[in-house]
Every structure is written in structure tokens, then in C-alpha cells.
């Protein structure tokens, strides 16, 4: 099937139109129209080349939102004309434990990212989200609710599982306190889901020029990061936080921060930080941990969780044209909510 994105081809991130061809259609595959695609920093950092070499010319995307147009013979949950979505993989082993459970995102035998990967059947490199169709093995494809706005839904597909997994494997309830580092992609989900489960959150931000975004998203406020004197009154009173910073950082102003056996989640930036001192460790328990987006049944929870607490990410639509200013704006993290593309405004 002919198809056009925006691509980038080199590590300059500077996204220009491209024409190039779909997959026929496999037995289980699902062929969708995609109609809107979220910016998630990931993109960015992978089209700039701050995660390595890529497999240039690349089209990003992994918050894709659209209509089916065509199924494979053996495809049974889907339609043509369903609602559905794809985020960061597009397949895995199937065969593994970690598959077995749903987790697929940690298949022992490495599962297939929505863009810049190997396909495992053709050996072709996967293209992503901005672009006008996808073709996806149906078990990779999600389900987007009715109760859900097409238009703001994309960001849950990355941003919304990237948060909500860790909150739930930490076991976020009513009355958690929740820190957010970073209002951005990740972190206004982070908010919004967190507020959702009960908790108490607070966002820990560069400067306090976001504290009307996430006030309004549901977070008491704001603390200020480099305010030395407001964190060392804040000493204690975390019992989860979740960083989304993009760049390196320094973990060891954010850590006393946790209360006794809390924990703080990187989903950030891949790559080294800045050292982490032991003693705010040590002296209580405290972790520091990872995550990776979540599995595909975890993806439908948060998209049916979404569907039945009434949470829209914050979605500000932009032509694909307009890719290179958001990159921009992204890079200063002047951000607190989601870029996401109308693909209607591509033509093939
Ligand atoms: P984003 O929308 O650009 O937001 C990042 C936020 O971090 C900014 O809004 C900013 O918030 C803060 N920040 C602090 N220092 C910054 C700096 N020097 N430059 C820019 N921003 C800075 O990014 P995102 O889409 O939420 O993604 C956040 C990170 O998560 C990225 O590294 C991305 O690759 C990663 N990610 C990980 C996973 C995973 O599975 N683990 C999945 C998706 C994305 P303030 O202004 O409030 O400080
Ligand atoms: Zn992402």
C-alpha cells in the first residue's frame, strides 16, 4: 500500500515529506488509517540520533490513533471501520514468559519498537506513526474506546502507559503522595492519572511558569526544583516519584524528597545520570527504579481507565507540516501537555 509521512534522514531531526509503501496485509493483520499521531520526546530523541545511529530515512510516531480499513483472513477482534490505536511495539516473540504475561514490552527475545526495528518476518525497518496508514499484527492493535474523543486520545498510547504503569505497580491508591518531575508529555498524564487513583500530587518543576497547567490538571501545585530552601521543607513527604526528564540530571535533590521505603521512578532519558548519592538511600529504604511504557492488556486498562474516569490528555493540534517548530519547542521543554498531528491535513 502507498503511504506518505514526514521522515527524518539524518540526525539534523529535520522531518521532511516521504512517500514509501505499507506491508500487504498478512493473515493477522489489521491495515489503519491513521488519523491523528502524538509528538513524544522519544521521537525526537531517536530522529536526533541521541540514542545512536539509526536506520535513517525514519519515520517516527508510536501515539497512533485511526480507523481500520482492511483485516487480514485470519484477523477475529477487528473490523473494518473500528476505532483503534497502536503505541510502541508492533510485535514480540509471543512465546516467552514475559510475553506469556502480558508483558511484552520486556520479551525475552526483544520486542519490535513501532519504528526504526527490524520487522521479525521481512527483516524490513518498521515506520511509524506520522504518517497517513500502519499495518499491525492484530495482537499489537488496541481498542479505543467509545467514550473516548478520537482527536485527544494518542498520547494515552505512550505517554498515558508510560505513567500508569508505574503508578499501579507502585500501588497508587487514595491518599499516595505523588511527585512528578517534568511537566510535559509524560508528566501531565502522570498528573491526570495519578489524581484519578486518589493521590496527592505534586509536581516538581524547573520554575513555577507551569503552576496554572497543572493546577488545572488536578496537582496541589508546584515545587520549584532549584528553590533549595521549599525542597528541604518538602523532606519526606513522597511516597512515589515519577521523573520524565529528557536530559541528564541530578537525582540527589529529588530523592530526599521520598519518605521512608519510597520510590523514584525514572522513565526518562535513557542513558547516565549524574552519580546518585547512597545516604538518602540508605537511610530509609528509599529506591530508585525504571520502567518501560507497559505490556498491550495493561495499554487497553489505561485506555479504558481513561474512558471511564473521563481523562483526555491535553492535546494541542498541529498540521505534520509543523513538526520542525514543535522538535523546537520540545527541545527547551517548554511544554506541559502534547503535541498531537491531524494526519487529515497529509496528502497522499
Ligand atoms: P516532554 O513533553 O518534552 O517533557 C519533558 C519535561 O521535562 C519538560 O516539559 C520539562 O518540564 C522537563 N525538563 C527538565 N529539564 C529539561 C531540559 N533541560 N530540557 C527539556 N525539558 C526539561 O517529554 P516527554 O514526551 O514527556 O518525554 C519525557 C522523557 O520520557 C523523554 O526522555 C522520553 O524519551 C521518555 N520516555 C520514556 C518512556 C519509557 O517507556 N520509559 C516512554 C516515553 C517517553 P518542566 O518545565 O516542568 O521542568
Ligand atoms: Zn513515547
Same mark, same amino acid.
Given at each position: 500500500m502507498k503511504t506518505v509521512g514526514y521522515a527524518a534522514h539524518s540526525n539534523d531531526a529535520h522531518m521532511t515529506p516521504y512517500h514509501f509503501e505499507r506491508r500487504a496485509l498478512r493473515p493477522n493483520d489489521v491495515a489503519i488509517e491513521i488519523l491523528y499521531s502524538g509528538v513524544c520526546h522519544s521521537d525526537l530523541h531517536t530522529v536526533n540520533g541521541d540514542w545512536g545511529p539509526q536506520p535513517y530515512p525514519l519515520? &517516527?510516531?508510536?501515539?497512533?490513533?485511526?480507523?481500520?480499513?482492511?483485516?487480514? $483472513? +485470519?484477523?477475529?477482534n477487528y473490523k473494518v471501520g473500528d476505532r483503534v490505536g497502536v503505541g510502541c511495539m508492533v510485535d514480540s516473540c509471543q512465546a516467552c514468559d514475559q510475553c506469556d504475561h502480558g508483558e511484552e514490552q520486556f520479551c525475552r527475545n526483544g520486542m519490535t519498537p513501532t519504528y526504526?526495528? $527490524?520487522?521479525?518476518?521481512?527483516?524490513?525497518i518498521t515506520q511509524g506513526g506520522y504518517s497517513k496508514h500502519i499495518v499491525v499484527?492484530?495482537?499489537?492493535?488496541?481498542?479505543? $474506546? +467509545?467514550?473516548?474523543?478520537? +482527536?485527544?486520545? +494518542? &498520547?494515552?498510547?505512550?505517554?498515558?502507559?508510560?505513567?500508569?504503569? $508505574?503508578?499501579?505497580?507502585?500501588?497508587v491508591k487514595a491518599g499516595s503522595r505523588v511527585g512528578v518531575i517534568g511537566l510535559g508529555g509524560l508528566g501531565h498524564m502522570a498528573v491526570k492519572l495519578a489524581v484519578a487513583m486518589g493521590a496527592e500530587v505534586t509536581v516538581l518543576s524547573r520554575s513555577n511558569s507551569k503552576e496554572a497547567e497543572a493546577k488545572s490538571i488536578g496537582a496541589k501545585g508546584i515545587l520549584v526544583s532549584s528553590d533549595a530552601e521549599a525542597m528541604a521543607a518538602a523532606g519526606a513527604s513522597m511516597d512515589l516519584i515519577i521523573d520524565t526528564v529528557p536530559v541528564k540530571h541530578d537525582l540527589n535533590i529529588y530523592t530526599p524528597l521520598l519518605d521512608i521505603d519510597g520510590s523514584l521512578v525514572i522513565v526518562g532519558q535513557i542513558g547516565p545520570l549524574n552519580e546518585p548519592l547512597t545516604v538518602p538511600l540508605v537511610m530509609g529504604r528509599r529506591r530508585v527504579a525504571g520502567s518501560l511504557i507497559g505490556g498491550i492488556r495493561e495499554t487497553q486498562e489505561v485506555l479504558d481507565f481513561c474512558a471511564e474516569?473521563?481523562?483526555? &490528555?491535553?492535546?494541542?493540534?498541529?498540521? &505534520?507540516?509543523?513538526?520542525?517548530?514543535?522538535?523546537?519547542?520540545?527541545?527547551?521543554?517548554?511544554?506541559?501537555?502534547?503535541?498531537?498531528?491531524?494526519?487529515?491535513?497529509?496528502?497522499?
Amino acid at each position: 500500500m502507498k503511504t506518505v509521512g514526514y521522515a527524518a534522514h539524518s540526525n539534523d531531526a529535520h522531518m521532511t515529506p516521504y512517500h514509501f509503501e505499507r506491508r500487504a496485509l498478512r493473515p493477522n493483520d489489521v491495515a489503519i488509517e491513521i488519523l491523528y499521531s502524538g509528538v513524544c520526546h522519544s521521537d525526537l530523541h531517536t530522529v536526533n540520533g541521541d540514542w545512536g545511529p539509526q536506520p535513517y530515512p525514519l519515520v &517516527p510516531g508510536h501515539e497512533i490513533v485511526g480507523q481500520v480499513i482492511d483485516v487480514g $483472513p +485470519a484477523v477475529t477482534n477487528y473490523k473494518v471501520g473500528d476505532r483503534v490505536g497502536v503505541g510502541c511495539m508492533v510485535d514480540s516473540c509471543q512465546a516467552c514468559d514475559q510475553c506469556d504475561h502480558g508483558e511484552e514490552q520486556f520479551c525475552r527475545n526483544g520486542m519490535t519498537p513501532t519504528y526504526g526495528f $527490524p520487522d521479525r518476518i521481512s527483516g524490513e525497518i518498521t515506520q511509524g506513526g506520522y504518517s497517513k496508514h500502519i499495518v499491525v499484527r492484530e495482537e499489537f492493535v488496541l481498542s479505543i $474506546p +467509545a467514550a473516548l474523543d478520537l +482527536a485527544r486520545a +494518542a &498520547p494515552i498510547l505512550c505517554a498515558g502507559i508510560t505513567t500508569y504503569s $508505574p503508578l499501579r505497580n507502585w500501588g497508587v491508591k487514595a491518599g499516595s503522595r505523588v511527585g512528578v518531575i517534568g511537566l510535559g508529555g509524560l508528566g501531565h498524564m502522570a498528573v491526570k492519572l495519578a489524581v484519578a487513583m486518589g493521590a496527592e500530587v505534586t509536581v516538581l518543576s524547573r520554575s513555577n511558569s507551569k503552576e496554572a497547567e497543572a493546577k488545572s490538571i488536578g496537582a496541589k501545585g508546584i515545587l520549584v526544583s532549584s528553590d533549595a530552601e521549599a525542597m528541604a521543607a518538602a523532606g519526606a513527604s513522597m511516597d512515589l516519584i515519577i521523573d520524565t526528564v529528557p536530559v541528564k540530571h541530578d537525582l540527589n535533590i529529588y530523592t530526599p524528597l521520598l519518605d521512608i521505603d519510597g520510590s523514584l521512578v525514572i522513565v526518562g532519558q535513557i542513558g547516565p545520570l549524574n552519580e546518585p548519592l547512597t545516604v538518602p538511600l540508605v537511610m530509609g529504604r528509599r529506591r530508585v527504579a525504571g520502567s518501560l511504557i507497559g505490556g498491550i492488556r495493561e495499554t487497553q486498562e489505561v485506555l479504558d481507565f481513561c474512558a471511564e474516569h473521563n481523562i483526555h &490528555p491535553e492535546c494541542e493540534m498541529i498540521r &505534520p507540516d509543523q513538526i520542525n517548530e514543535a522538535y523546537a519547542v520540545l527541545k527547551k521543554g517548554d511544554i506541559s501537555h502534547r503535541y498531537v498531528m491531524d494526519m487529515s491535513a497529509l496528502e497522499l
